[in-house]
């Protein structure tokens, strides 16, 4: 597995000894229902998070940090995780690294409890290891960590697990309603004394946790990552209470119950490193949108994209492949448009994820959702805030609305609107099946007859799928409590921009943002370049000396040399109020330009800034004079204007199209000059 970075940060690496295998167990069962129905047909763990399956996220972080022993347990869907691993880079990972699936029996295996009794059973723990969930996405440094259960360890024989935990104000986008705990804690050793969920409606505390401490601190700043460093002999205590069935009721037990142990349970807090774990949908929304946004460099879309089809990520967090070129649709901030996906003309994306292979209509509209791969929207339709999942389709017309799923291969439409909410699967209804998500991976989860099921009409004539019952979610596995439900259902939270982060922090009416992540490089990047042209126009400095500090930002900011082009163009744009003033700035600058835009592929970048900048400013009006002025100065060449030409936007092909006939005769005069 290649772990370099292509953002300009070293490798998170611990020293690892060749003779002690690193140890990691990777909890990759949910055992709840809370992604039901898509958890039908596959594990959570397998499902696409910024157009990347959640479990690559976690073994990554894992391989970074320097560990070699790998295991996955799983019971549900069991082949399909052997089979994505086959499938993936991580069968070729270095001969050091090893990964291997536990298949756990579904019917035994109803709990993390059972997992870890399984676990102990086989006898292939030899150590300390890391346990963690297969949805958890992480840039921490274990190393800080590890260190920290050592020197436990060394401190207090007694120390059996490290917790880490990452400091998150309550109403935080990432953190969990469910998994909402009250922290009580020895602030000088950051021993563990309490946990309790703050669901619950009174907390109570024995007295002789008062009269043993003379300090204590209860915390609610505090989210649980559920990554916790264990000693080798965590899994035999799961063996010797077979009613504990989940981790928070096996810490309790350990820091409570004088009679199932004596040892003792540290947390440590993550200052500096962004840890969440995809929880449930409102989660997954959350998560989504930090990674756009960078909160998690160097976990980015575009240092983790294939080498054959490189994610190039541009202003305003957009992210497009080589292969996608929407000329003719106007994909606006904070998105991801997977390879090989076609977007046709006048439709509008937002605040959304695209995954690769899909088909995306005329004259659609979609907002905050989460599209997966293969999917197909036809023309005229609405999505928003929804998760369609892969091969599904919208028909003509159909109005998808908030917290709508449509999972795998389903049809709705056309012409229809969906209630607000509507969860459609072609597995049947919950009541027909096993309540739980553990299922046996030969079990035919298909509905043979979805019209034999109530409440399709709504669907549209040409649907394919049910309506999911879930009785309200009121028997989840976790016991979530019901006044949670509803806001867990209203998943989508909308993160705010890096522009608005100073204001949003400072205000304690707004809801947090992470507070400790990566600045974001392609904005600090424009910033710069856009101050090296104002100062460098206004003291009427040598066009080198600009493009001297220019490329010094492009090094300092580690920026490609098509972002570099994409932001210096959007400068000169934005220094023209007018476009009466571009001429002579272009003359001023043009130079630079020349230098930078020698080939094909970087005027393409050049027009493409123009188009979006002219669509975004209202400006296309602009555009025609715009062209012909870089025309005349030699910095676009009269074959690439005429090739963009004939795939651009269709508002920008009207305003330009007169400059276009002139170039076209003029192409055709030179022909017949030189015959």
């Known amino acids: 597995v290649s772990t370099q970075s292509t953002g300009g940060k070293s490798n998170m690496r611990m020293p690892v000894n060749d003779n002690v295998p690193r140890q990691a167990v990777i909890v990759a069962d949910s055992f709840n229902s809370r992604f039901k129905p898509i958890t039908l047909e596959r594990p959570r763990c397998l499902l696409p998070l910024a157009n990347k399956p959640m479990i690559d996220y976690t073994l990554q972080h894992l391989i970074n940090n320097g560990f070699n022993d790998l295991i996955l347990l799983s019971c549900s869907f069991s082949s399909l995780i052997d089979k994505h691993i086959a499938e993936s880079k991580y069968s070729e990972v270095n001969e050091d690294v090893t990964i291997r699936n536990k298949k756990l029996s579904p019917e035994k295996c109803r709990s993390l409890g059972d997992a870890m009794r399984e676990l102990a059973d086989e006898g292939s723990i030899r150590g300390p290891f890391i346990l963690i969930t297969g949805d958890l996405i992480s840039n921490m440094d274990l190393r800080a960590a590890m260190e920290a259960h050592q020197l436990n360890k060394e401190k207090d024989k007694e120390a059996i697990m490290t917790c880490i ?26 021993r563990l004394l309490r946990l309790t969920n703050a669901n619950a409606k009174r907390f109570d505390y024995d007295l002789d946790l008062f009269n043993s401490h003379e300090v204590m601190d209860f915390r609610y700043d505090l989210m649980n990552t559920y990554v916790i460093i264990c000693e080798a002999h965590v899994p035999t205590r799961f063996s010797d209470h077979f009613d504990i069935q989940d981790m928070d009721s096996f810490i309790k037990g350990i820091i409570i119950d004088e009679e199932m142990s004596n040892e003792t349970i540290y947390i440590h807090i993550l200052q500096h490193s962004y840890a969440a774990r995809v929880s449930n949908l409102r989660t997954y929304a959350s998560i989504s949108h930090d990674i756009i946004n960078r909160w998690t460099y160097p976990i980015v879309p575009d240092n983790n994209s294939p080498p054959d089809d490189q994610y190039i990520y541009r202003q305003r967090g957009i992210y497009l492949p080589n292969s996608v070129r929407p000329y003719k649709a106007v994909i606006h901030q904070n998105t991801i448009v997977g390879s090989e996906t076609t977007i046709d003309r006048n439709t509008e994306i937002t605040d959304s994820v695209i995954g690769r292979k899909c088909e995306i209509g005329a004259n659609v509209k979609i907002t905050n959702s989460f599209i997966w791969d293969e999917v197909t929207v036809k023309n005229g339709c609405v999505i928003d805030n929804a998760v369609l999942c892969s ?63 109530s409440e399709t009409d709504a669907l549209g004539p040409d649907h394919w799928g049910v309506i999911y019952c879930s009785d309200e979610d009121g028997d989840d596995s976790e016991g979530e409590e019901s006044e949670h439900l509803e806001f867990n259902r209203k998943w989508y939270v909308k993160v705010p921009d890096f522009a608005e982060y100073d204001e949003i922090s400072d205000s304690s009416d707004s809801t947090p943002v992470p507070s400790d992540a990566e600045p974001d490089v392609e904005a600090g990047f424009y910033a710069e370049v856009c101050d090296s042209f104002k100062s460098g126009y206004a003291m009427h400095k ?71 900048w002219a669509l975004e400013r209202s400006r296309v009006a602009d555009t025609q004079k715009i062209l012909h002025i870089l025309y005349n100065e030699d910095v676009l060449d009269e074959s690439n204007i005429l090739e963009w030409a004939e795939s651009c936007d269709e508002e920008i092909s009207q305003s330009i199209a007169k400059f276009v006939v002139w170039l076209q005769e003029a192409e055709e005069e030179t022909s017949s000059d030189s015959d």
């Open 542 to 612: 040598d066009i080198d000396n600009i493009l001297i500090e220019v490329n010094a930002s492009k090094h300092a900011y580690n920026v490609s040399v098509a972002d570099q082009l994409m932001h210096s163009t959007r400068a000169l744009l934005e220094l023209c109020p007018e476009v009466k003033e571009f001429p002579k700035y272009v003359d001023y600058f043009g130079p630079m330009f020349i230098k930078l835009a020698k080939d094909r592929d970087s005027q393409m970048v050049i027009l493409d800034e123009i188009q979006t």
């Open 165 to 190: 935990m990452k400091k998150a104000m309550p109403g935080h986008p990432t953190r969990g309603l469910e998994d909402d705990v009250v922290v009580c804690l020895n602030p000088d050793t950051n």
């Open 391 to 453: 091969g599904a389709t919208v028909k003509q017309g159909t109005t998808v609305t908030s917290g709508c799923i449509l999972s795998y291969d389903t049809v709705v439409g056309p012409d229809v609107v969906l209630k607000t909410g509507t969860r459609i699967t072609v597995a049947g209804p919950r009541h027909m099946r096993n309540d739980s998500e553990c299922s046996n991976d030969s079990e035919d989860t298909r509905c043979s007859d979805p019209d034999n099921y």
